[in-house]
Each structure stands twice: as structure tokens, then as C-alpha cells.
């Protein structure tokens, strides 16, 4: 048997963590077993399904390197990957439902069901449906057909016996048939429901695993009751944990970031996204907090899938994602800082190779103390525009003080000197410079720092001075000089 898995994502709203660690368990399980990961678009909710969405999800898939073997943009032998474009797949099954009795046409209207709601809630019951069109003649049928009422399909559920889902992750679950009320399959504009559609397209598409989040679990036995009543077989069922925000309530936008899009425009890598949704809820073994996609897939089990709630952690997110900025080849992260560079203006157009190295360059050089991309780029300012702002509070500190101007000066006269520019040159002359004026050589680098990026903090002073080179250096020393004096 081949292993087939899929994720179904609804292109109502963007791509949030949730989804995402739902498909990074299916693809890495599916990559453990030699099997094959399908991509269905669940996009039945005609009035809150949009293209714009779709784009995002596919994007964001890719994006993390998520790649299906079926799908949109993928294609596969049991297409079509949209549900509105499988109408006429539910519509054969129902047909063979209603012509077996075992779904029926239902024409309450919303008046009427909450009416039988109340008298239920009245007597204490759950607010199942009545099964007042249960057994309808067919000449009532027909009758209120032409009299134009609207009407819904409902399945005809077993009312006695059990359900039983056999969870990979969390064991047997037995569902009381009769807790169940006749469930709608099928619309009143003809699109079929979630449950319905969901089931057939797992059984067609000849689905092994359905590894979703735990909010489906309620899900699960309904769609089971179907395919026993389509025939098919059931696939196995795996519910994973729910990811809960600190306070250990639904996480939501006031905790922070919550889909893909966000996390990539703050500059979130996409490994170190993986890397952290893979560690929630699921143990490789030991206390491992860094692990590639190539030991995730060797390793990856759904009997080390645990049942309890993960609990998101942004903190450990950007601590990951400033291992990953350190770690990657600088070539990489230059690539990926370009967006982030041009979103600040601080580039435009094509790069040539000479400024990609530039870039690189700098990415080195200011990547040590930061955790995100985006914070790259803030770090990074005094190196492409000389109308970086100035630490106001460490400008009246350091060039406010008697005598600034002077030190100012001198470091501009002796660099104007140093030949090559290069570090250790740049080290001497500086280091000389601190025995002829008797200061500290703090004295001398803190406001020299100051003037050459406007902060007392950051990289290697030498290293930044390489790289601005001896003309960028000696102009903003000049500027600083002219800072001192209030102008």
C-alpha cells in the first residue's frame, strides 16, 4: 500500500500555524513512508473563498518548501484538486444515497428548525434535529417541489449503535450513534457540506491517512457513518494537538504573528519556521531544539505526536530563526535581505554581482546580534544611506562634551593617512592615536563609531570601517565634526 496523505486547506483567509504544522506532519510523514502528499482546495464556501487567498496559501507552501505531489499547479490522476470543480463527483454519490433511502430531502425552514431547537433546549436535549421530513411521501415530496420550497439533503443516520474512530495519536474513541442528529450533506444552493465532500474526496482519491487537527475529531465519525453508507472504506485517522497561545487560550492576532505571510514579512526563515513547528507537539528523542528537514523526515513517527496541547512560544521562534541568520551561508541570506533592503529604499533596481557582494558583505558583518531579517535590515542602514539618524541621547553624551570636536578631527587627519585601508593598518594608526592624546582607546573608537553609523553599538568598528571604505569614513567624520559644533 501506498501511502497517500493529504492537506485541504480552505482559501478563506491566509495560511496560519496551525495549518501549517497540519501540513508539515502529513508532508513529513508521507516523506517517511515513500508515499505521496496530495494539495485539495476546500473552496465550497463560495461567498468567502477568494483567488487572492489561494495565491497566498500556494505561495506560502512553497515558500517553506512544502511541495505536493498532487495538486494545484502540480496536477495528478485523480483530479480535480478544487472541490467546486468535483460537483458532479457528490452529485452521483447523493443520487445513489436518495435512490437507496439513505438520505432523504429535508424542507424545514430556519423558523421551523429553531422552533424544534427550543422545544429540544425546553426539555433539555441536545438541539438535534427533529426528523420531521424523515419519512415524507414521495407525493409530499413532489408537492412542496412545485410549490418552490427550498430544501437540504440529510442523511438518514443509524439511530442505534456506536462509532468507533481508532486515532493514531489518540487511541479508540467511541461516539454513541444516537448523539447524532440526520446531518445535512448537501445545501439548499446545492454545494455539498464539509462533512460530505470531505469524505467522498478522501475515498476517490484513494486517501491511506487523514492527519488533521484535533477540532476535526467531532468530524471523523460522521464522515465515517458516510462512507459505510457510500461503501467505501475509511482511511486512518490521526487528530493532532491544538497550538494554544501563552495564557493557554485560542491563539489569535494579540498574541502576535499568526500566519505564514506575517512571519515572512517580519523575516522569519522559512527553515526556522519548520524547525519550530515540527518541535510542537512532536520529539525526535532527547532534548534536540535544532533539527533539519532531512533528520525531521528520518525520524518523523505519529506515535511521537503527543495529545496534549503545544504551547506557542514566539520567543523560541526568532532564538531559532537567529541560529538559522548565523548559521546559513551568507550568500543565502543575502538573497533573501534584498526585499527587505529595497522595502527601505535602501536599494533599488537589478543588483550587479559587485553590490550583491556588498550586500553579503554587510549581512556578515551585522547578522551576529540580530533575529530576524527585517532587524538585518534596521541594523543595517548606515551602510547604504548616509542619512541614517543619530542616538540623540549618545550625541549629547559623546559629542556634546568638551573637546569632542577636537578628538573628531584628529581621528579624521590620521585615517586620512592609514594606507591600505584595511584593518590592522586602521588599528595602528588608531591605537597611536590614543597614546599621542593620552585617552583611553574607548574615547577615541565609542565616538568614532558614532559618527560612522549614528549608534555606540554594533558590529567591529575596524570591520564596518573596511567596508564603508576611507572616503565614507573621512566625509561622516567630517559631518560629526560639524555635529559637535551644533551646526
Known amino acids: ?69 498532487e495538486g494545484p499547479r502540480a496536477g495528478g490522476d485523480f483530479g480535480p484538486y478544487f472541490q467546486t470543480q468535483r460537483l458532479t463527483i457528490y ?8 435512490d437507496s433511502g439513505k438520505a432523504y430531502l429535508c424542507f424545514c425552514s430556519p423558523e421551523e428548525l429553531a422552533r424544534q431547537k427550543e422545544i429540544n433546549a425546553q426539555k433539555g436535549l441536545p438541539p438535534r434535529y427533529s426528523g420531521a421530513c424523515r419519512n415524507l411521501s414521495y407525493q409530499e415530496i413532489e408537492e412542496k417541489k412545485k410549490a418552490g420550497q ?47 465532500a470531505s469524505a467522498i474526496d478522501d475515498a476517490k482519491m484513494e486517501i491511506t491517512h487523514v492527519i488533521r487537527a484535533e477540532e476535526h475529531l467531532s468530524n471523523t465519525p460522521r464522515q465515517q457513518i458516510l462512507c459505510g453508507q457510500l461503501g467505501f472504506s475509511t482511511p486512518v485517522y490521526a ?61 518523523f513517527s505519529l506515535d511521537k505526536v503527543g495529545k496534549n496541547a503545544s504551547i506557542y512560544d514566539l520567543k523560541k521562534l526568532t532564538w531559532l530563526n537567529s541560529h538559522y541568520l548565523r548559521t546559513k551561508e551568507k550568500e543565502l541570506i543575502g538573497e533573501m535581505m534584498v526585499p527587505f533592503l529595497q522595502k527601505e529604499k535602501m536599494i533599488s533596481g537589478e543588483l550587479t554581482e559587485e553590490e550583491k557582494t556588498y550586500v553579503e558583505q554587510v549581512v556578515d558583518l551585522v547578522r551576529e546580534k540580530v533575529k530576524t531579517l527585517q532587524e538585518v535590515a534596521d541594523a543595517s542602514i548606515y551602510f547604504f544611506s548616509e542619512d541614517f539618524p543619530y542616538d540623540q541621547a549618545e550625541m549629547a553624551k559623546h559629542f ?40 583611553p582607546l574607548s574615547k577615541i573608537n565609542i565616538p568614532a563609531r558614532l559618527a560612522l553609523t549614528g549608534r555606540t553599538m554594533g558590529p567591529d568598528l575596524l570591520d564596518i570601517m573596511t567596508l564603508l571604505g576611507k572616503e565614507k569614513v573621512l566625509q561622516r567624520l567630517k559631518k560629526a565634526e560639524l555635529l559637535c559644533q551644533g551646526r
Do not use: C
Not at 452529485?91 to 436518495?98: A, D, F, S
Not at 562634551?401 to 594606507?419: C, F, Q, Y
Open 1 to 69: 500500500m501506498t501511502v497517500r496523505v493529504r492537506f485541504a486547506p480552505s482559501p478563506t483567509g491566509e495560511l496560519h500555524i496551525g495549518g501549517v504544522r497540519t501540513a508539515l506532519f502529513n508532508w513529513l510523514f508521507a516523506r517517511n513512508q515513500g508515499g505521496k502528499m496530495i494539495l485539495r482546495i476546500d473552496d465550497t464556501d463560495q461567498q468567502r473563498s477568494s483567488q487572492k487567498f489561494l495565491q497566498t496559501i500556494l505561495d506560502s507552501m512553497q515558500w517553506l518548501g512544502l511541495g505536493w505531489d
Open 91 to 98: 452529485q452521483e454519490e447523493v443520487k445513489k444515497l436518495l
Open 150 to 196: 427550498n430544501y437540504v439533503i440529510r442523511l438518514r443516520v443509524p439511530e442505534e449503535g456506536e462509532t468507533v474512530v481508532e486515532d493514531l495519536i489518540r487511541g479508540r474513541v467511541t461516539f454513541e450513534n444516537k448523539i447524532f442528529d440526520d446531518f445535512i450533506i448537501v445545501k439548499s444552493d446545492g454545494f455539498p457540506t464539509y462533512n460530505f
Open 400 to 439: 556634546g562634551r568638551e573637546g569632542a570636536e577636537l578628538v573628531i578631527k584628529e581621528i579624521g587627519n590620521t585615517l586620512s593617512d592609514a594606507e591600505p585601508f584595511q584593518k590592522e593598518t586602521i588599528k595602528l594608526k588608531l591605537k597611536a592615536l590614543s597614546d599621542n592624546l593620552s585617552l
Open 239 to 299: 487528530h493532532v494537538p491544538m497550538i494554544l497561545a501563552p495564557d493557554h487560550s485560542k491563539l489569535s492576532k494579540r498574541h502576535g504573528a499568526t500566519s505564514v505571510q506575517e512571519y515572512r514579512e517580519m523575516g522569519i526563515l522559512p527553515e526556522a519556521l519548520i524547525n519550530y513547528l515540527a518541535l510542537l507537539g512532536w520529539s525526535p528523542g532527547g532534548d534536540r531544539e535544532v533539527i533539519n528537514i532531512e533528520e525531521m523526515i528520518a525520524l
